[in-house]
């Protein structure tokens, strides 16, 4: 079982920066690959970043390429969610979620999932 808690959400001008952290529970934290998922009001949940248990093989929606990296400390049981130059279409709820089946962009495919953190750009 793995419990994750994500932080370091807020409000931001757009162009700013932000890094998203996901803290995990529990001693397996590296046998999971690693997703950050958004969700706008009255959208449906999207996937923004995956990345492998090992840390390779990062993959980036279309959308946040080249603006946002996803990069993981198994150490510390913490993915990260570095995001800049950032765009008022980027505004959501931002959430993290483990996969025991490797990377993927479908929310199904992820067996565990924070609560979220709010990201606010503003134009």
């Known amino acids: 079982q793995v419990q994750l808690v994500e932080s370091g959400g807020g409000l931001v001008q757009a162009g700013g920066s932000l890094r998203l952290s996901c803290a995990a529970s529990g001693r397996i934290f590296s046998h999971y690959a690693m997703g950050w998922f958004r969700q706008a009001p009255g959208k449906e949940r999207e996937f923004v970043a995956s990345?492998?248990?090992?840390?390779?093989?990062?993959y980036y929606a279309d959308s946040v390429k080249g603006r946002f990296t996803i990069f993981r400390d198994n150490a510390k049981l913490t993915v990260y969610l570095q995001m800049n130059s950032l765009k008022p279409e980027d505004t959501a709820v931002y959430y993290c979620?483990?996969?025991?089946?490797?990377?993927?962009?479908?929310?199904?495919?992820?067996?565990?999932w924070g609560q979220g953190t709010q990201v606010t750009v503003s134009s």
């Open positions: 990345i492998l248990m090992d840390g390779l093989s990062p």
């Open positions: 979620a483990a996969s025991v089946s490797g990377g993927s962009y479908y929310p199904r495919d992820y067996q565990h």
